[in-house]
């Protein structure tokens, strides 16, 4: 289902349950943490505290059960943030929600273009201030090469 989505996704095609398949790949990253959370649990408590409830000697080692937990919870985090990002766009009472592309594209068509000679005095003015050396010639700044 998923690869179905990015799929139609990639060729512009709007998708109706794409807030579902955000959802579902939440709670299998909850899921898949409490297994290698318990999993880790059970590792460490063997190994380092015997006298804790634990399930036995598991298999592994403990840079994969620290980095598996790591990993994971870095995706979950991830997928909570885009959920929030995406879904969940007016948070507060009057805070303006967030342009998407399509809304900032749409808004850009009315800016006025500069003209070519107030531009390039703009380019060379800022080619100025921000340290660039002239070669003086007419072709306009250079930059200065930072190695030594």
Do not use: H
């Not at 790949?25 to 297994?35: C, E, N």
């Not at 059970?42 to 006298?51: G, I, S």
């Not at 985090?77 to 885009?82: D, T």
């Not at 009472?93 to 749409?106: F, V």
Request: some cysteine.
């Amino acid at each position: 289902m998923s690869l179905r989505y990015y799929f139609q996704s990639a060729r512009g095609v709007r998708i109706w349950w794409k807030k579902y398949i955000t959802m579902l790949q939440i709670l299998q990253f909850v899921i898949d943490l409490g297994f290698v959370y318990f999993a880790s649990y059970t590792y460490f408590a063997n190994v380092y505290f015997p006298w804790a409830p634990n399930m036995g000697l598991c298999a592994g080692e403990e840079f994969a059960a620290a980095a598996g937990m790591a990993i994971l919870s870095s995706y979950l985090l991830l997928f909570i943030s885009f959920y929030f990002a995406t879904y969940k766009r007016q948070g507060k009472a009057g805070r303006p929600r967030r342009n998407t592309g399509k809304e900032a594209l749409i808004a850009m068509k009315d800016y006025k273009l500069p003209e070519a000679e107030e531009a390039a005095s703009t380019l060379v003015d800022n080619a100025k201030v921000n340290g660039a050396a002239t070669t003086g010639r007419s072709n306009g700044p250079t930059t200065r090469s930072r190695k030594v």
